[in-house]
């Protein structure tokens, strides 16, 4: 993230920076996320098992319920921070752990966006990679809803706008969700390629993209699966520059513990 930053000219908040500085703060910030994430594989309108144990799905789907949870922390975070800003607006004494949860929650926030644009987006390899198009993902969505500016090669944020807007995100993919309970598989797959591709722009040369022929339109699932390309939405023109000034510092932190931070 200090890398990121410095190679992006982002002005970090001062809340956000302190995740950099105090390792046991950006643990309990992240178990705080990890909590909500996880539990909400089993929440919601789910059109299908939450954990997808042996099933054989294009990749995108699983990059849409990583970042249906992600995006939930994300939501109930800010329901969390708002919900105790009020009360202190309100002229109320927050408890010690009161008080704990609300800037938690605020820092919750600041670590999805940024372990999301900024890690899963460019590591790992090409190949299928789900958590990194969640990432692409979600940075392309905040920077269509003006609130993620490259401008002037600087990266900045609205940050008054960009919990609604993150939000916004994880409705549209909880809609899809709820639409796709009365809907056949593939058609599901469908609509959820529609989502991903009006953010983030397909392989030029993607048949899904181009649409698929009837024939496997009419066949069984696996004609569906066996053209989705293994980069079926290829890294932007922002991050293909941003990984490759990234590598050498992603590369260093493998196999670093939270004893060796």
Partial sequence: MRAASEITK??????????????????????????????????????????????????????????????????????????????????????????????TGKLVQYAVIFDRIFRFAITGSRVRNYDGLGGQLLFAWLHRKHVLEWRDVELSFDWEKVPDAVVELGDAIDQLYWESIDRPKTVHWLKAYELVSSVVTPNPASAWAEGLPREVLAGPPKGYTDLVMDDEFPLSMFYEALEKKMKPVIESTVGITASDA
Avoid: N
């Fill in 10 to 103: 982002l002005d970090l908040p001062a809340d956000a920076a302190s995740l950099l500085e105090d390792q046991s703060l950006a643990e309990r910030t992240f178990v705080m996320w990890d909590i909500i994430h996880d539990r909400t594989h089993m929440r919601g309108d789910l059109p299908f098992d939450p954990f997808m144990i042996k099933q054989r799905m294009p990749f995108f789907l699983y990059s849409l319920e990583e970042l249906r949870c992600d995006l939930t922390a994300f939501r109930e975070s800010v329901k969390i921070q708002r919900g105790f800003d009020a009360r202190l607006a309100a002229g109320e004494e927050l408890t010690a752990v009161e008080e704990q949860m609300r800037s």
